[in-house]
T-cell receptor, first 115, second 114 residues
Framework: DTEVTQTPKHLVMGMTNKKSLKCEQHMGHRAMYWYKQKAKKPPELMFVYSYEKLSINESVPSRFSPECPNSSLLNLHLHALQPEDSALYLC??????????????FGQGTRLTVV | QQQVKQSPQSLIVQKGGISIINCAYENTAFDYFPWYQQFPGKGPALLIAIRPDVSEKKEGRFTISFNKSAKQFSLHIMDSQPGDSATYFCAASGEGGTASKLTFGTGTRLQVTL
């Protein structure tokens, strides 16, 4: 099973709403990531979790709040978003093997629209 | 220093032809170079990846060529098919271990015509 599952697939939210994006993997990967992708652009890293601890925050605004409850789950809590935050949000996971980078598997993404 | 440059931005190839996409990087600390394929509305899917200790890697119709001295790598798609029509991203990462941050190229939109 090389699947990263993201829910929901689509989300429309108002600027005053609070919502959460969810990501799940059962590959035993101990690194999990959130990326943001705008149309016709490459994915941009937002957060990295290693062994359930936040290891990288790419200066993401505090209206995005990540959470890693256990080694299989990753959440992204959203609050007071702006229309320019509308994008495809991608979750990814990978193994951690010594000091070598390994393959990152991506989910299908959540298409977020902020109105 | 972290940039990965990708070309061309778009590419049209006839069915059965060879598609070639090129990438160049600056950061010599990069030690892992994957290629991803992305269809509209879907997440990126890993195609093939290479490490700098080899100059070429082939998997089916997909081949990565790697030139460490020039800091360049490329993807060749042999016998291109309409089903290969997608956006392709090269990427690079380095300083592995606990944080495998991928730096993506800008993407190439490939169209394979009949």
């Amino acid at each position: 099973d090389t699947e990263v599952t993201q829910t929901p697939k689509h989300l429309v939210m108002g600027m005053t709403n609070k919502k959460s994006l969810k990501c799940e993997q059962h590959m035993g990967h101990r690194a999990m990531y959130w990326y943001k992708q705008k149309a016709k652009k490459p994915p941009e890293l937002m957060f990295v979790y290693s062994y359930e601890k936040l290891s990288i925050n790419e200066s993401v605004p505090s209206r995005f709040s990540p959470e890693c409850p256990n080694s299989s789950l990753l959440n992204l809590h959203l609050h007071a978003l702006q229309p320019e935050d509308s994008a495809l949000y991608l979750c990814a996971s990978s193994t951690i093997v010594g000091h070598q980078n390994t393959e990152a598997f991506f989910g299908q993404g959540t298409r977020l629209t902020v109105v | 220093q972290q940039q990965v440059k990708q070309s061309p931005q778009s590419l049209i190839v006839q069915k059965g032809g060879i598609s070639i996409i090129n990438c160049a990087y600056e950061n010599t600390a990069f030690d892992y170079f994957p290629w991803y394929q992305q269809f509209p509305g879907k997440g990126p899917a890993l195609l093939i990846a290479i490490r700098p200790d080899v100059s070429e890697k082939k998997e089916g119709r997909f081949t990565i060529s790697f030139n460490k001295s020039a800091k360049q790598f490329s993807l060749h798609i042999m016998d291109s098919q309409p089903g290969d029509s997608a956006t392709y991203f090269c990427a690079a990462s380095g300083e592995g271990g606990t944080a495998s941050k991928l730096t993506f190229g800008t993407g190439t939109r490939l169209q394979v015509t009949l």
